[in-house]
């Protein structure tokens, strides 16, 4: 029955339940690494398009994703990329985080 629901697309991956602590671990790796900037962006416009027509949606998108290409954040990203170098990203403001939400 996982595996169905993997097929289905109704979980991510299915991982021995010997095996849930690492996975869980990894999973959870793959979703916090990279720029909090750019997460708080890209949530901030999945939001705020979800409910427009498709083609508003996608030409909204295309603005943000544009838009957020020239942050320091994602320059740092094309700067290593070629590099195989680890990207630095800088922390948030505080103006983005009021403190309780700010990662450990």
Known sequence: ????????????????SRSTGRGSTAFLGSCTRGSFL????????????????????YTYA????ASSSQLPDAQEVCKHSCRSAKPRFQRPSSALFDGRNEPT
């Open 62 to 65: 295309i603005e943000v994703m």
């Open 1 to 16: 029955m996982p595996q169905t629901a993997a097929d289905w697309g109704l979980i991510n991956r299915v991982v021995p």
């Open 38 to 57: 750019s997460k708080g962006i890209g949530k901030q416009a999945y939001y705020a398009q979800i409910d427009l027509p498709q083609r508003q949606a």
